[in-house]
DNA sequence: TTGTAAGCGTTATCAC
DNA sequence: GTGATAACGCTTACAA
């Protein structure tokens, strides 16, 4: 029997209320709606959904029942019968930072107009909490999902292995994805950031971002700039790492280091603006000019890079561009039009202004 | 009959398959588990939320059917079942940049937690579209919401009035909260904004922010930089505006042509670290030595802020710590602790650096 | 400790 | 154009 019912009263349904400004605790359901404009619930689903296969009349009818009881479908329930939630997950590496916001925005901007909704997870760039979330998200039974890089533990591999959805990989580029991929090549940002050293006579490079352990995107990067430096005839460019998410606090202190161990530095490549904003502030902590004495690149083209002192000479990336398209890139596979896997390159460009 | 039966075969249920590397395009059920350990559906939902309530024997065979399967609970059904989604929605006015990041993280990680989710909206600014994003996570059937700002639509008021849901209004305060506030005072942090120039001996004040027309949390604080200007016998604050989200871009342009129609501003308080940034640079551009000068006060405390040069002062707000305790708010109504709503005011703090 | 039956709110199917 | 019925995958209530 209905715990709803039993706790309502005897009628087998609730009661059913009669004008706009009640407030009722319980919100209104499709039946209620149907009884009240005298027609099944079939007619008011129909009515709701595609308007055109219902009879002028009766769609006037459910129209008032609708408004008049505040009906809100539940889209869980819908979930249910459709067996598709319309919702699509997104994993990144941080929301603490301007990194991935514009990517974020551009997906959810795509992904509402088109009546999706975006679920977010928060891997603070650790493989097994993006596994766990993804566990999650496939557990809301989520229509698709959206992983930041191309590097997965094997629980998540084999996670969607079994769970064959669409999947789109962003901010990189692989031979083997899981579906699709909407980014940019690192290892290719890296080399041009060494080329453009090199074009300036630069000679003792550096390299500040993540540890590259496990060959993560920051790690592509300083891959690119060694091979450059390499076919330049340089030095192997001196390295700082900071651990935590890329906070310009430990930035600061890791540039600083850098500069007291390796005063002959004449480049910087910052694994982020903030980062390179940290660096523009150590580089003047040691008094040396910058670019004169030190270039800095930084990466990523956040929204502060054009108006710091100097302004930011910054790679940019595509990022909400990323977003956009990994949405529609997931759209045309769930509408069903056909659409298979898809590779896109969005590239990037080295934006000059004055740091570097 | 069954859509899914019907694709599968006449047995009436899907194959269970055998061995746990079987990839399989519809991922198993609860009915499949049990069968496959020998027991009915209840004991595998109970083994899996209730492990206490099972015997020890067949909990065992039951963990073995869910890991051969790669079982993964439906939480769309579960939903429906309980009539508890657990997902929790929160609505931001930006996730363009960093004002809200370290709230969004304080909320999904307490969350993640407690074992909900978290579905993020992005307002824009827009009261419309917060209204029509409550709409729709109100469709979703979330089991809570969090609000930024007090100001909102009357159809946001009237929806969330019929759904009875508890919700949580951050980043300010008010006296008839929807539901709880956990927040700081805007009006305060403009007034002590005030102070803080009044005691260096500033008298030409200007504000950057968004235009007050609504009343917003912007504004606020403008209203109290006003209120100690006319305690302390100083000139009204000259204004600038931003329209967009509050970009540097905007910003950086925004001071230039205020520092040119008012020369004599010798104090400036800008509505976050990223206009206060472009600010620090627009002085530089028109030679003003800061804060010598002009005191440049930020608001936000972004990552960046100390590591500019000068350093930004600015107000520093406990994001994060909004973010949680927001989220225990709900969760302590949720669990049913007998909660009721709960006003918080976590404060601010100006940070005195360089640039004031 | 375990199982049976009913129901959560919607939609697909098929008959009228 | 409209309606009856049976799912969707899970959990509550109750019985065994």
Redesign the pocket.
């Known amino acids: 029997?209905?715990?709803?019912?039993a706790a309502l009263g005897t009628s087998g349904e609730p009661a059913p209320l009669g004008t706009a400004d009640d407030v009722r605790s319980?919100p209104a359901?499709?039946?209620e709606v149907a009884r009240l404009a005298?027609?099944?619930?079939?007619?008011v689903?129909?009515a709701?959904?595609r308007p055109e296969?219902?009879?002028p009349?009766?769609l006037r009818a459910v129209q008032r029942a609708v408004a008049q009881l505040g009906?809100l479908?539940?889209s869980a329930?819908?979930a249910?019968?459709?067996?598709r939630s319309r919702i699509i997950a997104a994993i990144v590496p941080t929301l603490m930072n301007s990194v991935y916001a514009s990517t974020v925005h551009g997906l959810a901007s795509v992904l509402r107009g088109a009546g999706y909704e975006l679920m977010i997870g928060d891997s603070g760039y650790d493989l097994q909490t993006e596994a766990s979330l993804v566990r999650s998200f496939l557990g809301r039974r989520v229509d698709a999902l959206v992983l930041t890089g191309v590097e997965h533990d094997d629980a998540t591999r084999q996670l969607l292995a079994r769970h064959d959805l669409p999947v789109v990989e962003i901010w990189d580029l692989t031979a083997q994805p899981i579906g699709s991929v909407v980014g940019f090549s690192n290892v290719a940002a890296g080399r041009e950031a060494g080329r453009y050293f090199a074009q300036r006579g630069r000679r003792h490079w550096a390299f500040l971002g993540t540890r590259p352990g496990r060959e993560g995107r920051s790690g592509k990067r300083l891959r690119g700039l060694r091979e450059t430096a390499r076919a330049a005839g340089v030095a192997a460019p001196v390295t700082a790492f900071v651990e935590d998410g890329m906070s310009a606090a430990a930035g600061h202190a890791a540039v600083l280091a850098l500069l007291d161990a390796h005063p002959h530095t004449d480049a910087l490549f910052c694994a982020n603006d903030a980062l390179a904003t940290a660096a523009l502030r150590a580089a003047a902590d040691r008094g040396l000019e910058v670019p004169a004495a030190l270039s800095i690149l930084g990466f990523g083209d956040f929204d502060v890079a054009a108006h710091t002192s100097p302004a930011l000479t910054t790679v940019r990336i595509p990022g909400r561009e990323i977003g956009a398209s990994a949405a529609r890139v997931l759209l045309a596979q769930l509408d069903g039009n056909g659409r298979g896997p898809t590779h896109m390159d969005l590239g990037f460009e080295i934006v000059q202004r004055e740091s570097a």
Chains 1, 2 share one sequence.
């Open positions: 029997m209905s715990r709803r019912t319980t359901r499709l039946v005298g027609v099944s619930t079939m007619t689903s129909r709701l959904r296969q219902v009879a009349l009766t009906y479908p539940d329930a819908s249910m019968a459709t067996r």
